[in-house]
């Protein structure tokens, strides 16, 4: 194939429209990674505690298998985001299971105090936005009412409270700490590649927003929520330089697969509707405009 001409401007690259499928199947692909993970937290939770018991011979209750069960699931580790702040919950619930055992607490019971640690960590951490770590937290409040009363002790069984009150704010501010230093050195200026990325991206949103005339009534505003998380997503970014590797990769990634539905929309409403054709691959456009929509909101909310 021959060089063109200096003075010819290169060939546009061709556009490939199956990436926004792709870019909607990477975020069911997230989805199918997220619960292989938990089913994974829960299977090593149950081979634990069934080893556990094993063990003792059965000699402790289903009280104890329950808190050990509970308590691994919580204890398990987190990466989420790529960042480094997964480590702090995870690390302040194996404290709190080593400081109650070194205090005397049964071994069997220990795990569910510090699997709540744990939990409780990760709420403030992600203040509220827990997700599927929700759905945990009747069995850890159960498995830690029968360890309470396995140790029939009346008021004194609370004991545990007195050291797990402490260590929660503890955990919580050395997080703080942590995700304060990072703000200082996130990206906010200069002409650093970050920064530039930054910009870029910004740009690229910008454009995305002035396509929103080419669309339908009804999909101008899919388009615009979709901006709209998109500069939160950047937000998040320029605050926090954990945020930025992984919002920068998610971006680059995403950002041209709306661009180019939105374009393929746009041509396609010029070319006319009433076509059997062309409203088919309109409606195909619509619906990857929508799971496009999701897995930016998806993404944020991480």
């Known amino acids: 194939m021959?060089?063109?001409r200096p003075d010819?401007?290169?060939a546009p690259e061709r556009s490939d429209f199956f990436e926004p499928l792709r870019a909607a199947t990477g975020s069911v692909v997230s989805l199918a990674s997220g619960v292989g993970k938990r089913v994974l937290a829960h299977g090593a939770g149950l081979a634990l505690a069934g080893c556990s018991l094993f063990v003792s011979g059965g000699g402790?209750?289903?009280a104890a298998f329950a808190g050990i069960y509970v308590g691994l699931i919580c204890l398990f580790p987190r990466?989420?985001?790529g960042t480094a702040r997964w480590a702090f919950p995870t690390a302040t619930g194996l404290a709190q299971t080593a400081l109650l055992l070194l205090l005397g607490?049964?071994?069997e019971a220990a795990p569910a105090w510090g699997g709540a640690q744990t939990w409780c960590q990760r709420f403030l951490q992600k203040k509220g936005r827990m997700g599927w770590e929700f759905s945990v937290l009747p069995a850890l409040c159960a498995a830690l009412g029968l360890a309470l009363v396995s140790l029939k002790g009346g008021m004194a069984s609370l004991w545990p409270l007195a050291s797990f009150?402490?260590?929660l704010p503890l955990g919580y501010a050395l997080d703080q700490a942590y995700a304060a230093k990072s703000r200082r050195a996130a990206p906010s200026g200069g002409t650093s590649p970050a920064s530039?990325?930054?910009?870029a991206h910004r740009g690229s949103v910008s454009l995305l927003r002035s396509k929103k005339s080419g669309l339908a009534t009804e999909m101008q505003p899919v388009l615009h929520s979709l901006c709209d998380t998109a500069d939160s997503i950047l937000g998040c970014m320029s605050r926090d330089a954990e945020n930025f590797a992984p919002g920068d990769a998610f971006l680059s990634r995403y950002l041209p697969a709306a661009h180019q539905m939105a374009d393929e929309y746009a041509r396609l409403g010029r070319e006319g509707r009433g076509v059997r054709p062309v409203d088919d691959a309109l409606a195909r456009c619509s619906d990857l405009l929508l799971r496009l929509e999701k897995a930016f909101a998806a993404?944020?909310?991480q």
Request: no cysteine; glycine share 4%.
């Open 60 to 62: 402790y209750t289903a």
């Open 299 to 301: 993404e944020h909310a």
């Open 165 to 167: 009150l402490p260590i």
């Open 105 to 107: 607490l049964p071994w």
């Open 8 to 10: 010819e401007p290169p």
């Open 79 to 81: 990466n989420d985001g």
């Open 2 to 4: 021959q060089n063109p």
């Open 196 to 199: 530039a990325a930054l910009e």
